[in-house]
């Protein structure tokens, strides 16, 4: 989500897995811009699914 709406919406009907997460990401980061241009930063917290390789 971002202040312009949304960049990126999965709906799973099970639970957040790694792998999952990594599809995740690299679909938000198609949307995302380098600094300082808007959608410049991810902010995740430090739950074991995002501990991926690719992360």
């Known amino acids: 989500m971002s202040l312009d709406g949304l960049l990126h919406l999965e709906v799973l009907d099970h639970p957040f897995k790694g792998p999952e997460f990594l599809e995740f990401v690299e ?12 959608n410049f930063v991810l902010v995740i917290d430090n739950a074991t699914i995002y501990k991926v390789p690719g992360i």
């Open 27 to 38: 679909g938000v980061l198609d949307r995302m811009q380098p600094w300082p241009l808007s």
